[in-house]
Every structure is written in C-alpha cells, then in structure tokens.
C-alpha cells in the first residue's frame, strides 16, 4: 500500500487486522524562536516555530541524554505519556504597506475545536509496526524549496483551503491563491520506514525513507508507525479584499520568508514514555477520524480543556503582535 493511500485504507480495515489508527489533538505549547533539532544550541535560531506535546522543549535536546518524559511536568498532548514534540514554521500575513501580522493556529474542525491551536497528530499502521527509540527524531521537507517540481519530491507535505472547518478535498503543494473561508489546513506526513540503526542523521532526513508500493527499502527495513499532523491555520481575519494586494496574489508567508509555501517543513522528536507508543500500536487502536474519540483504553487520556493548560513561556523574547516591520530574525522574504 502507498503511505499516501495509508489514511483512507486504515480507515477501512477489517476488524482484527494488524493496523492502528491513532488520533488525538495537542494544543499551543509555545511559539518560540529555537529548534533543538536543526539549530541545538542557538537561541535565537533562525526562524520563528509553533510547537506543541511535552514542556521539556529546549534549545537544546541532546539525544543521548534527555529524557523528555522525566523532564517534562505536562504535555499539551490528550495522551498522558506522550512528551514528544511536533513543530512546524508560523505563519504570516504581509500586508500591502510590507508589514506582517502572525497568524495563530486553531482547534481542528473534526472534533477538536475547544483546543487552543496546535495541531492535531496521528499515528498510523498497517501491519505491525516498531516504535521509535528513546532519542529518535526526523525533520521532512526542506525550506529552502520554492517551486512545485522540488514540492513534488515529497508530495506528503500539502495544504487545504477549508471552505469550512471539515473540508478535506482537494490539496495543493502551495498556499492556495484565494480566500479561504474557514482557514487553511497544513498537513505534514514522515516517512514509514526506518534504517533501524541510527536515531538520526545529518540531515535529519536520511535514516529514513518512504516505502516502495508497500514495502520498505531494504536500506530502511524497519517499519515505524506513520507521523502526521494537521495544522489550521486561522487567516479568517485576513480574508478582506482590501487588505490583500492590488494584482490579486496570495499574502502568506512562511516565518522562513517563503512566500510560496514549497518550503513547508516538519519536525518531530519522540518522547513518549516507556512503551506506551508501542502499547498503542499494538492494541490496534483505532481514533474517530470525525469527532474527539481517542478510543484507545492501554493509554491515559486527559482532556482537551487539561491540554489547553500546558504552556511554556518562549526563550527568545520578542515581540510578536500587531503589524510587524520585519519577520523576527530579520527573515527576508525570498
Ligand atoms: C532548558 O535547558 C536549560 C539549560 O540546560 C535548563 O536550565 C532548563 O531547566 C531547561 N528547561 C527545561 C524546561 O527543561
Ligand atoms: C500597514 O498595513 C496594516 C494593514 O492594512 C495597517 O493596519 C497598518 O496600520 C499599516 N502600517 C503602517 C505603518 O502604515
Ligand atoms: C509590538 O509591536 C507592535 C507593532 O510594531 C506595536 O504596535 C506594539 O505596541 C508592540 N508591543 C510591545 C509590547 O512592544
């Protein structure tokens, strides 16, 4: 099976086959300007991420060390053993005048609109799967990317102009060029498939592949439960003509300065607790694609409204509301 077919045939699986169809909401943690996975150390990084799952976020996450799940005292994930993090690029709406305003993330229309933002992840499988190691992590997507023949090299990265909160026809690799009347859905898919050796790479990328047809390469013969996650993003309050520039182009930008959006990128650091991800993998368990129901009893749940309060204050201060002259970090628009 291709992983791109992944979501719709879990979601027709028989009872009793070997798949799971894990989904759960994880709100805001924190909008900060570090990347422990790309620039370990540096604070400020380069550009601005909006991040969500457990508090021990940091400017630096060393793997052979940290141990998320002792470190953290909440998540801002329903599951209570899940301390990994998501993160992703903010976006930005550039005004006519050349200014920014951020734009904020939101609750996910199919079941999680009382989350604070965030994004709303998956774990999916079909056939028996390994968890990831204690220390593993993976970036998709490059930022540096800006055209469609580049996008396509990885068409698990797209975006959706929601007509309403449910929509979920039609993607594109791109930010869609209209208005979209409820928002527009970012959704980042990691590869499946694991070398089974390293917990990373230098490029974040190369310990682990996509499957061909439906099996693994044998370079990356592990197969790991597919990551993805959903974003909505809240550009409501942009949709006004008068706003949006005079010969009709799109507005978006990315907080790397992409104003295409091929440069869309994810990045992951698992921390769940013991084998709780294991646990869950192998209980088959099988989320509502439609609504807040986890169904997954071999995991602890809290609610949404308890996600909600899991926050951090960002290490970088700066000051990111209203209209602002420049992307933080000075980020040039290219
Ligand atoms: C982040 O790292 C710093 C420096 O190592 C440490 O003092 C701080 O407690 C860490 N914060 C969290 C939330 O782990
Ligand atoms: C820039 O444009 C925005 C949106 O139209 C407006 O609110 C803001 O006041 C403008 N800023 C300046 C300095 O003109
Ligand atoms: C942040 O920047 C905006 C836009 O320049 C300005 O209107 C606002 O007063 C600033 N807020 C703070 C707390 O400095």
Redesign the pocket.
């Known amino acids: 099976m291709h992983w791109r077919d992944l979501v719709l045939a879990a979601a027709a699986v028989a009872p009793g086959v070997n798949a799971a169809q894990l989904r759960f909401s994880c709100a805001q943690l924190v909008v900060d300007r570090i990347d422990p996975l790309v620039n370990p150390g540096q604070a400020p990084s380069p550009h601005l991420h909006q991040v969500v799952g457990g508090?021990?976020?940091?400017?630096?996450m060393d793997h052979s060390a940290h141990d998320m799940a002792s470190?953290a005292t909440c998540t801002s994930c329903m599951p209570l053993e899940d301390f990994s993090n998501y993160w992703t690029a903010v976006l930005f709406f550039r005004a006519r005048n050349g200014t920014f305003k951020r734009v904020s993330t939101y609750g996910n229309g199919l079941g999680y609109t009382q989350s604070n933002g965030g994004q709303t992840v998956y774990y999916l499988s079909s056939g028996k799967v390994q968890a990831f190691k204690p220390g593993f992590r993976m970036t998709v997507g490059n930022p540096a990317f800006r055209t469609q023949a580049q996008a396509k090299q990885n068409p698990s990265l797209q975006f959706t102009c929601l007509a309403t909160s449910s929509t979920r026809s039609g993607y594109r690799f791109d930010f869609p060029t209209g208005q979209c009347q409820a928002g527009i859905m970012v959704t980042v898919r990691f590869p499946t498939c694991w070398d089974g050796q390293n917990l990373d790479s230098p490029d974040h990328q190369s310990h682990v592949a996509y499957p061909s047809g439906s099996k693994c390469p044998s370079t990356h013969p592990v197969t790991i439960p597919q990551v993805f996650y959903e974003t909505y993003w809240n550009t409501q309050p942009f949709n006004d003509k008068s706003l949006w520039p005079a010969d009709g182009s799109q507005p978006f930008v990315w907080s790397f300065g992409d104003p295409t959006g091929y440069g869309n990128h994810g990045d992951y650091v698992f921390g769940w607790k013991g084998d709780a991800l294991q646990r869950a993998m192998d209980a088959n368990c099988q989320s509502d694609l439609f609504s807040d129901k986890v169904n997954c009893p071999t995991l602890k749940l809290q609610t949404i409204a308890d996600t909600n309060k899991c926050t951090?204050s960002p290490k970088i201060k700066e000051n990111l509301s209203g209209w602002l002259t420049e992307l933080p970090g000075a980020m040039k628009v290219a």
């Not at 508090?55 to 630096?60: G, P, Q």
């Open positions: 508090n021990a976020f940091n400017v630096t470190t951090m």
